[in-house]
């Protein structure tokens, strides 16, 4: 029997034990908040990192109807979202380990595929869980059924609690995908892309968020997760196998389909909703931001990243690219 060779272990708090033990250091972190709420000195302070904060509570006549909890954003949310970074973070770490990793090794892929079946399979997690979490959530609130609601009583200055903690979540993921550059050793090349795309979430999901376009926000997420979720599940079934090619196919028109719904949404939302109604003007302290510049900045925005997002996309398909294009093209044009 063969002795087995000690592996040398990484000095305390060099660069390679920090990513080799970053998911056992941010649960060490996380715990402190948690622990923070089991004593009343600091109860108050670990709860605004826990909790969802800024709740309103809706007396009703009917005694036997339940009160009404709505809430709204403050700058307590960044300690929240702060929270459930490092939530995801080791979630990331979780399913790395545990799923990827062990498909991984029976594989055998080389760094390039290896890299990228990550990517994809950590993506297609995500998309998969927030487009099932947000298509319930429509349900439920009925925003989906009655178009109208995406923009009557503007300003949507209060949520309720699952749509609040929805992009709560959104934004903590998106946000754990900088640390994660580093942790994961994301190669030069790639850091470029995967830092554009990353910051386009999180500019549009907060943009949304602020802006009060809460019900708008999260109709057009739930339609672009759904797509990105096929490409990425086409992507991980073409590294098992090259022959399978025909998930890229329906991606692709999926995803003109969900462009061309996206920007007749933001035409229709804008352009005939909120320009009709009444409460025209900028109020900072009501939240009703209804003038023309932040409706035209926020259409061509949408408009403006569905086409980088055709010329970002890891596909050799020029037809796709110029289809997104020219539909941006004649969207703009048709806004005006």
């Not at 754990?176 to 090349?189: A, N, S, V, W």
């Not at 969900?258 to 302290?285: H, I, K, M, P, Y």
């Not at 259409?299 to 997104?324: D, E, F, G, H, I």
Request: net charge positive.
């Amino acid at each position: 029997m063969g002795l087995r060779k000690k592996t040398k272990s990484p000095p305390v708090l060099s660069h390679e034990f920090v990513i080799q033990n970053h998911a056992d250091i941010v649960s060490c972190f996380a715990m402190v908040f948690l622990l923070g709420l089991m004593f009343e000195v600091t109860a108050k302070i670990a709860v605004s990192f826990v909790t969802v904060q800024y709740n309103i509570t809706f007396p009703t006549t009917d005694e036997k109807a339940e009160q009404a909890t709505l809430y709204h954003y403050g700058f307590k949310d960044v300690a929240t979202v702060f929270f459930y970074t490092l939530i995801a973070i080791i979630l990331h770490a979780i399913l790395q380990e545990y799923v990827l990793d062990k498909i991984n090794r029976r594989m055998h892929f080389s760094k390039t595929k290896h890299s990228k079946f990550n990517e994809s399979g950590q993506l297609g997690t995500f998309y998969l869980v927030s487009f099932i979490w947000g298509t319930c959530i429509l349900a439920s609130e009925k925003y989906a059924t009655y178009p109208t609601n995406l923009w009557e009583s503007y300003p949507h200055t209060q949520m309720p609690f699952q749509v609040k903690f929805f992009y709560i979540a959104q934004l903590a993921y998106w946000l754990h995908g900088l640390p994660e550059l580093y942790f994961q050793k994301t190669r030069k090349e790639d850091i470029p892309r995967q830092l554009l795309y990353t910051a386009l979430y999180i500019f549009h999901i907060a943009g949304a968020y602020i802006l009060n376009l809460n019900r708008f926000g999260l109709v057009l997420l739930v339609l672009h997760y759904f797509v990105e979720f096929l490409f990425h599940i086409s992507r991980l079934f073409y590294f098992s196998d090259e022959k399978k090619e025909k998930g890229f196919t329906v991606w692709a028109l999926l995803f003109v389909v969900t462009r061309l719904l996206t920007l007749s949404l933001s035409v229709l939302t804008f352009g005939f909703g909120l320009a009709g109604a009444e409460n025209q003007g900028l109020d900072l302290a009501a939240g009703n931001f209804n003038i023309l510049a932040v409706s035209e900045l926020t259409v061509y925005l949408w408009a403006n990243a569905a086409a980088n997002c055709a010329q970002q996309c890891p596909t050799n398909s020029r037809r796709l690219k110029m289809t997104n294009l020219l539909l941006f093209c004649f969207f703009w044009r048709d806004y005006y």
